[in-house]
């Protein structure tokens, strides 16, 4: 069964509409009369970790990192900079 709330609704009732989720209902969120946003469980797809990196791989959403070209050069350059940079952040 689903359930459609307002968006003063679902923020109001935030809490109670994720506990429902969990439990495996969908939820509708309307703005001013017309439904715009769902909520729903997420499906537990049981793929592995590569699986998942590869599938997002082939979307195009994740590429893989490239070895460095050339010598990797620390970023502070007078000694003690970590020390002084955590000193201003207290």
């Known amino acids: 069964m689903v359930h459609v709330y307002s968006t003063y609704e ?3 009732k935030f809490g109670e509409l994720i506990r429902r989720v969990q ?5 509708i969120i309307s ?3 017309k439904q715009v946003a769902e909520i729903a469980p997420l499906e537990k797809t049981g793929t592995s ?3 998942s990196i590869e599938r997002l791989e082939d979307l195009g959403a994740l590429s893989r ?5 050339g010598d990797l050069k620390p970023l502070a350059r007078r000694p003690g ?3 002084r ?6």
Request: hydrophobic fraction near 40%; proline fraction near 4%; aromatic fraction near 8%.
């Open 10 to 12: 679902a923020k109001t």
């Open 23 to 27: 439990s495996g209902q969908r939820i």
């Open 31 to 33: 703005y001013r009369g």
């Open 49 to 51: 970790l590569q699986a």
């Open 65 to 69: 990192a490239r070895k460095p070209t």
């Open 81 to 83: 900079a970590l020390a």
């Open 85 to 90: 940079f955590l000193e201003a952040r207290e």
